[in-house]
T-cell receptor, first 111, second 112 residues
């Protein structure tokens, strides 16, 4: 599975959009981009995933560059409860895979 | 559905003791895995399983054993606990071609 690079930490004002970048320059053609987050000491929570096209759900939007070497997770209106560690993961979407988490980005949403 | 459950929530062990961390899921997921998370660090994969009777090693398997006799259960065994195994342990499950992994609430283990 490809390796990802994320900033260690970021700040965001409450109510503003939070844009979290992820670099995955060695991504393969069959690897998906997944985002999870971990709030305090809870288990990680799935947010969104995509292959080539931009994706949106009730939690966030995922923007993947045309060359697929980087992506951005967008939380459109960040709240204090979005303060968490956000993990960007790339992996194939077939059986037998193993999901490897990196260090992630610690997002602080400030009032 | 209860989702992914883990027991115990917290455990204190002495060096050299053995114990089993329990993980169960009621979603009929084929894939299950164990992670450990040290303070201020990301998750590291210990072992994983793609179905009953099939297990494989992750990034940090040393000191841990697993077995998968049923689809529902995936216990993690520490044969001889060491202080370096003090950590929070998370179990996760998903279908084999998942859109998401579901994580349990974690087991906090302290080895003295």
């Amino acid at each position: 599975d490809a390796k990802t690079t994320q900033p260690t930490s970021m700040d965001c004002a409450e109510g503003r959009a939070a844009n979290l970048p992820c670099n995955h320059s060695t991504i393969s053609g069959n690897e998906y981009v997944y985002w999870y987050r971990q709030i305090h000491s809870q288990g990680p929570q799935y947010i969104i995933h995509g292959l080539k096209n931009n994706e949106t759900n009730e939690m966030a939007s995922l923007i993947i560059t045309e060359d697929r070497k980087s992506s951005t997770l967008i939380l459109p209106h960040a709240t204090l409860r979005d303060t968490a560690v956000y993990y960007c993961i790339v992996r194939v979407n077939t059986g037998g895979f193993k999901t490897i988490f990196g260090a992630g980005t610690r997002l602080f949403v400030k009032a | 559905n209860a989702g992914v459950t883990q027991t115990p929530k917290f455990q204190v062990l002495k060096t050299g003791q053995s114990m089993t961390l329990q993980c169960a899921q009621d979603m009929n997921h084929e894939y299950m895995s164990w992670y450990r998370q040290d303070p201020g660090m990301g998750l590291r994969l210990i072992h994983y399983s793609v179905g009953a009777g099939i297990t494989d090693q992750g990034e940090v398997p040393n000191g841990y054993n697993v077995s998968r006799s049923t689809t529902e259960d995936f216990p993690l065994r520490l044969l001889s606990a060491a202080p370096s195994q003090t950590s929070v342990y998370f179990c996760a499950s998903s279908p084999l071609s998942p859109e998401t992994q579901y994580f349990g609430p974690g087991t906090r283990l302290l080895v003295l």
